[in-house]
């Protein structure tokens, strides 16, 4: 990715690999959506978001503002892929609430179907179904 932390091109190259950087992907805020998003949002429509990179949290964030992500708290669910993501979530003020043993998408996803499986046995209901 184009804005990647730099660990495994330093420890190659420390190891004496010549290394040449070619990013995959780039990921870039899209500004499409985003009213439908605040929205639903702040009608409550929305169970959880994730996030699977500091990028996509620290995008999805700066869309809002400190007032409307502190109104979500405790109300939609926020799934981190790892611990370096959920740091990020976090300087947002967005605590991470489901996070998987293994950072991997299909572990996330096993984990945010987890939460909401606990969430609705415990609560005696079904959650609302996600934008």
Do not use: C, H
């Not at 660990?7 to 995959?24: F, I, S, Y």
């Not at 780039?26 to 639903?40: H, N, P, S």
């Not at 996509?56 to 503002?65: D, H, K, L, M, V």
């Amino acid at each position: 990715a184009k804005e990647t932390r730099d660990v495994l091109v330093v420890e190659l190259r420390r190891l004496g690999a010549l290394v040449t950087e070619v990013p995959a992907y780039q990921t870039r805020r899209i500004e499409d959506g985003v009213v439908r998003l605040r929205e639903a949002l702040a009608s409550g429509a929305v169970d959880a978001v994730t996030f699977t990179s500091s990028s996509t949290a620290r995008n999805f964030a700066e869309q809002f503002s400190d007032e409307e992500r502190r109104a979500w708290r405790g109300r939609v669910a926020v799934a981190s892929i790892g611990p370096i993501t959920a740091a990020t979530a976090a300087e947002y003020g967005l605590a991470t609430d489901v996070m998987p043993g293994e950072y991997t998408i299909p572990a996330l996803a096993r984990a945010l179907a987890d939460y909401f499986a606990r969430a609705a046995w415990n609560a005696g209901r079904r959650p609302r179904r996600s934008v």
